[in-house]
């Protein structure tokens, strides 16, 4: 007989914590489940499955347009956003149901309350005033909205969890953000006939994904009528009449019926006690865990988006199997959070899998570029001059395909197979030899014959040895056109994090593609060792920024006459980032006193070992040492260069 009333309590009944209880139940465990709102969670209640109706809604007014070059004619036609929201309301009310109902059937005790930590095996039901006990305890509270709190007047905007509930269609609305979720919904109000607008702080929407892309969405969604204002933020919202003013950092004001932003979403940890517990936070809030998915403290685990590795459904549902597979199963299970193919429901559609171009010429020596643009045949008869883009990326020696994105109608269909082929290590040759379907878009992805660009890593590198090193320590280049942004060196900071976490997962895949060959980007872990780096070596590290985004960074040791890696986001080596960032850790170590400055690089970062070369620093000797986190043998090299 258990000492606890449970063997397992999960937090959360989400698409993660759903899928753990589920299956945990099925190996045999105890299970309850503890839900504040509504069971199904974000992805079902007010995220991906709202979201998508909303997107076949909007798309309604480009098709009935569409049909009169196929000879219909199609009466005056008329939207009523009640009925919509209604119509959503019952479907969602039908799919919650049904989980609940697949808990139930799974022998899953389904509680209706807020749940929180009282120790390490006690959950207090705050609905219920009840404290019950559990062996292991999973955490799935997701995440929720981030705001911008220094806008003054910001209660008035909204997030999407309103939006699916606004009373009434609004005229005029601004969204603010640059992610999927802005850009979906600057479709959807769009589609539906609002004035939209999309405010964005950074140069182009979609940060992070392919370059060729985001510019390709930017022209299509703005040709359809989207206004989209870049590097601008809203200073001030306030009511004005039926609606609402808001000021932007240049002055301009936008006057709409609403404003919604989507600026990112948060880890729901807030008040869950976890401190009590000794579970570790990261720098967001996220709960911060091993592959496995398991906590600081050992019997507890978390899942899903309240980890902020991959928030995307499929991967907390990943995610939460795993964890039910590791602990009930006794299976240990860890998920690859290397490719994953994803879909962003804009207008046009996006579907992308792996390395993007950038990430590529960074990892690949040769990189070779196969890119196709065309108008999708539905436009020849409707007269709709929208194109669609597909581009390969290649690893030019292995002639692997590491990436596929695609823009156009259904993309993020075609993408779901593409990421089957390419997570099976295709190559350019099997694409080649797979035969086309015909008539369909799709088959461009296997007659891409003509290599569009070939980029050769090394040509850059030459490049980067000719940019004059600025003269700082802790300082700033700045810019003097608008296409050479100031560039600044500075100790990081906890929002760094994530950018630096992309920059060094990056370099992970490329340092150990050369030790494990053909699993180069699957061996990425969801690790965050920047995060365990930047709490252990503090201001340790050096951040690059350029135009105030981070770019690179450089690690010193415990003294600061050494520093371990360097890295640097491929385009911005180009831009001089590596010299300042060197530059800056040499006047460090000369005002320190120290005669030499040691570098220890992984022996795969070639493109820091090259830069470093040509700034004097030559080879001391190569190790191999043996790395606990990847249980493999990492080969290092170490570098030196006396400081004059
Ligand atoms: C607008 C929008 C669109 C999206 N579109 C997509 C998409 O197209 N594709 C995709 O893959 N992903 C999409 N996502 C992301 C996806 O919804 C999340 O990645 C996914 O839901 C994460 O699952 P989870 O189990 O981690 O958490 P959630 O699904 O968020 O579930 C967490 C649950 O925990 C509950 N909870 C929180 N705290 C407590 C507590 N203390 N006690 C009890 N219950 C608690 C919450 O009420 C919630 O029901 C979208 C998200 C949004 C917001």
């Known amino acids: 007989m258990s000492r606890y009333d449970y063997d397992l309590f999960v937090i959360g009944a989400g698409s993660g914590g759903v899928r753990a209880a589920r299956m945990s139940a099925g190996y045999g465990a105890r299970v309850a489940i503890a839900e504040e709102y509504r069971v199904g969670g974000t992805c079902v209640i007010r995220g991906c499955v709202p979201k998508k109706l909303l997107v076949y809604a909007s798309r309604f007014a480009e098709e009935f347009e569409d049909a009169a070059g196929f000879g219909w004619s199609v009466g005056e036609a008329r939207f009523d956003w009640a009925t919509l929201i209604a119509n959503k309301d019952a479907e969602i009310a039908r799919l919650e149901a049904i989980y609940s109902r ?43 909205p981030a705001f911008d709190d220094r806008v003054k007047g910001i209660e008035h905007a909204i997030s999407s969890n309103e939006a699916f509930h606004l009373e009434e269609k609004p005229e005029r609305v601004a969204i603010v953000g640059g992610g999927y979720i802005a850009v979906e919904f600057a479709g959807i109000f769009n589609g539906l006939g609002a004035e ?15 370059d060729d892309l985001r510019q390709a969405l930017h022209e299509e969604m703005a040709a359809k009528g989207v206004s989209i204002v870049t590097n601008r933020v809203f200073t001030r919202i306030d009511e004005c009449g039926d609606g609402l003013e808001g000021e932007l950092d240049d002055g301009t004001l936008v006057n709409v019926d609403q404003i919604m932003f989507a600026t990112g979403r948060l880890p729901n940890t807030i ?39 991959v928030n995307l459904t499929p991967v907390a549902i990943r995610e939460g199997a795993a964890f039910a597979e590791t602990v009930f199963n006794d299976n240990p299970t860890a998920v690859d959070h290397s490719l994953i193919p994803t879909a962003v429901f804009s207008q046009p559609e996006l579907g992308t ?12 020596r040769v990189t070779d570029i196969y890119r196709a643009s065309f108008r999708p045949m539905k436009g020849t008869l409707s007269g709709r001059g929208e194109k669609m883009l597909m581009k390969l990326i290649v690893d030019g020696e292995s002639d692997r395909v590491v990436g596929c994105h695609i823009m156009g109608p259904d993309a993020g269909e075609m993408i779901q197979l593409a990421g089957v ?131 690179g960074f450089a690690a010193a ?59 004097g620093f030559s080879v001391l000797c190569d190790e191999t040492r043996r790395d606990d986190l990847l249980d493999a043998d990492i080969d290092w090299t170490v570098m030196a260069k006396p400081l004059a």
Not at 196 to 210: A, H, N, V
Not at 431 to 447: G, K, Q, Y
Not at 502 to 513: D, E, K, N, S, V
Not at 580 to 604: D, F, N
């Open 102 to 144: 697949n808990l139930q059937n799974s022998g899953v005790e389904i509680i209706a309350s807020r749940a929180v930590l009282r120790d390490a095996h006690t959950v207090h039901l705050v609905a219920e005033g009840r404290d019950v006990t559990a062996d292991y305890i999973l955490i799935a509270t997701g995440g929720r």
């Open 196 to 210: 939209t607008t999309l405010i964005y702080r950074g140069p182009e929407i979609l940060r992070g994904f392919d």
């Open 271 to 309: 008040g869950l006690d976890l401190e009590r517990t000794g579970v570790e936070l990261g720098w967001n809030g996220h709960v911060v865990v091993d592959a496995y998915s398991r906590s600081s403290v050992p019997n507890i685990f978390a899942v899903g988006d309240v980890t902020h590795r």
């Open 353 to 364: 899998v792996g390395l993007t171009e950038m990430q590529a010429r960074e990892m690949c």
């Open 421 to 551: 082929a390419i997570g099976m290590g295709a190559t350019k040759a099997d694409f080649d030899r797979t035969i086309a379907v015909h008539p369909t878009a799709a088959e461009e992805l296997v007659t891409m014959r003509e290599r569009t660009e070939r980029h050769v890593r090394e040509d850059a590198l030459d490049h980067e040895n000719d940019v004059p090193a600025p003269s700082m320590v802790v300082a700033a280049t700045p810019g003097h056109r608008a296409d050479h942004p100031t560039i600044a060196v500075r100790p990081a900071l906890p929002e760094d994090a994530a950018v630096l976490s992309r920059i060094y997962l990056f370099a992970w895949q490329a340092a150990i593609g050369g030790h494990l060959p053909g699993k180069a980007w699957r061996i990425v872990r969801d690790d965050k060792p920047q995060d365990a780096m930047i709490a252990a070596l503090g201001d340790k590290i050096v951040v690059a920024t350029l135009g105030g985004t981070p770019v």
């Open 557 to 615: 040791t415990d003294e600061p006459c050494a520093l371990s890696e360097l890295w640097v986001e491929p385009s911005a080596w180009r831009r001089g980032v590596g010299t300042a960032l060197v530059t800056a850790l040499e006047a460090g170590a000369r005002s320190a006193g120290c005669t030499t400055l040691t570098a220890e690089l992984l022996a795969a970062n070639h493109r820091a070992q090259k830069f470093l070369a040509a700034r």
